[in-house]
């Protein structure tokens, strides 16, 4: 990394995750990562590992090389004018605000620098997300700046501004969609005859190795599907009953769902 100071400002949930990923991996040490919160009793934790605290967005920025905006989206504006004064040409400017483009960001901060988008889930935290990123007057070299910072807690790629709003719904709205999943799975695990906490097992490893298996292969899930539904098996029968009654249908329309609401504001 070719950066000594990094500041999230909004230290939330997804920003306490993020700074979270970032100190397990080592990527930055607590002295060079500074947070702010309006409640900085609440980042304790992170203060006694020695990284910066603070209420004033302000003084936090000043010098930073990376500055993370983990706050929402009707807070980037007066966030943005309030750190103004410390943005130089080459601070590198991350939002994390759904909604508000990058021209948008940049006609707040006044000046010409790299702004980009991020939207990471919160498996942030553990090493695990899907981060997309689009990036907006920036030179390849600080595109791999913050590539190589979002590397470090999951798997990062750049895609076309345009594509923003879409991969807020599938990576960062996808993690509940999956976790809902889950919790069916485990609900129907009870109804079968597991404990709740073992049922929950079962479903969370389940989901975690068809993922993998759709990595680490590369397969389309249709292929490894076909491996276990046997002509009139049980996995057919239960996957048509499913479709039946809407399975993929609904999980459609709630991705579509959510995009709307991104795209409409609505």
Known sequence: MKADKLVIIGGGNLGSAIAA???DKGLFKPSQLTITRRR???LSDFKEKGVVITKNNLEASQNADII????????????????KPALKADTIVVSLATGVDSEQ???????QLPI????????????????CISSYNAKEEQDEIVLELFRQMGQALIVPEELMAASTVLAACGIA??????RAATQGGIEIGFGSRLALQIAAQTVKGAADLLIQKGNHPEDEIDKVTTPRGV????????????????????LLTSFNKIENGK
């Not at 960001?105 to 000046?111: D, E, K, L, T, V």
């Not at 057919?236 to 709630?254: C, D, T, V």
């Open 21 to 23: 990923g970032i100190l």
């Open 40 to 42: 900085t009793n609440l």
């Open 68 to 83: 993370l905006l983990a706050v929402k989206p009707y807070q980037l504006e007066a966030i943005v004018q309030e750190i």
């Open 105 to 111: 960001i940049h006609s707040f901060c006044g000046i």
């Open 116 to 131: 980009f988008r991020a939207m990471p889930n919160t498996a942030v935290e553990i090493g695990e997300s899907m981060t």
């Open 177 to 182: 969609y999956a976790m809902r999943f889950i």
């Open 235 to 254: 996995t057919i029968s239960g996957l048509n009953e499913m479709e039946h009654q809407g399975f993929s249908s609904s999980l459609i329309k709630g």
